[in-house]
């Protein structure tokens, strides 16, 4: 879970699309910045201003189809997009306090 310094980091959170099958993808934009969600094959992956920022693998319930995510749920691709955009805010904070404490 997102602590606090992250949720006020992410501000003007926008999707401006979300959907398909093989691919799933989406794109939009958070702060001032570009992000691209996308699931195809059996792994996802989210990119903001055209650097990785997390991927994972993804498998259906049986755990069975190499090509899954191509089909996830909407629901679990938002969830990863958040999970993602979390970890980017918390880099992004990290690299702004250290630059802070260089300034001293």
Same mark, same amino acid.
Request: glycine residues 12%; charged residues 25%.
């Given at each position: 879970?997102?602590?606090a310094k992250t949720k006020q980091y992410i501000q003007r959170?926008?999707?401006?699309?979300?959907?398909?099958?093989?691919?799933?993808?989406?794109?939009?934009?958070?702060?001032?910045?570009?992000?691209? =969600?996308? %699931?195809?094959?059996?792994?996802?992956?989210?990119?903001?201003?055209?650097?990785? *920022?997390?991927? #994972?693998?993804?498998? @259906?319930?049986?755990?069975?189809?190499? =090509?899954? %995510?191509?089909?996830?749920?909407?629901?679990?691709?938002?969830?990863?997009?958040? *999970?993602?955009? #979390?970890?980017?805010? @918390?880099?992004?904070?990290?690299?702004?306090?250290?630059?802070?404490?260089g300034d001293d």
């Amino acid at each position: 879970m997102a602590d606090a310094k992250t949720k006020q980091y992410i501000q003007r959170l926008t999707i401006r699309e979300l959907g398909g099958m093989c691919p799933v993808q989406g794109f939009g934009t958070v702060n001032d910045s570009e992000w691209y =969600f996308r %699931a195809r094959g059996n792994s996802w992956t989210l990119d903001v201003d055209d650097k990785q *920022v997390l991927c #994972g693998a993804f498998h @259906d319930a049986d755990g069975g189809s190499q =090509f899954a %995510a191509g089909y996830m749920p909407i629901m679990h691709a938002l969830k990863c997009i958040m *999970v993602g955009l #979390g970890e980017w805010a @918390d880099a992004m904070i990290a690299e702004r306090e250290k630059k802070e404490q260089g300034d001293d």
